[in-house]
């Protein structure tokens, strides 16, 4: 089962984010911790780990509509989540939803005869 949430909603630890701006835009992450009402700290297990989490501002993030549900439990009973959990679930996503979007948005369903 996915959990899904309303991406309009408040941010929430484990739900994967999609960054607009900054240098690593394009890049997909997770919230692991919110630090207030407008800024949150990400980490992706590869370039950003979960001991040195990004500042990130909400504005510059597009909340999708996803949370990982390995990582919120992680988070939930010890505090912490592995930089290999981080990488799985984020893997898992852009398998399961990216690259299905991807494929079906270059057809739009139709098979072209050129």
């Known amino acids: 089962m996915i959990p899904l949430v309303d991406s309009d909603s408040n941010p929430q630890p484990g739900q994967i984010v999609l960054i607009k701006r900054g ?8 919230i692991i911790r919110l630090m207030d009402e407008r800024f949150v700290f990400l980490a992706d297990g590869d370039k950003k780990k979960f001991d040195r989490p990004k500042k990130k501002n909400i504005q510059h993030l597009q909340l999708l509509n996803y949370i990982s549900p390995e990582v919120q439990s992680s988070l939930k009973e010890t505090g912490r989540v592995t930089n290999g959990k981080l990488r799985f679930a984020l893997a898992k996503y852009v398998n399961e939803f990216v690259y299905d979007m ?12 050129n």
């Open 23 to 30: 240098r690593d835009a394009g890049q997909y992450a997770i």
């Open 102 to 113: 991807k494929k079906g948005e270059s057809f739009n369903g139709e098979r072209r005869c």
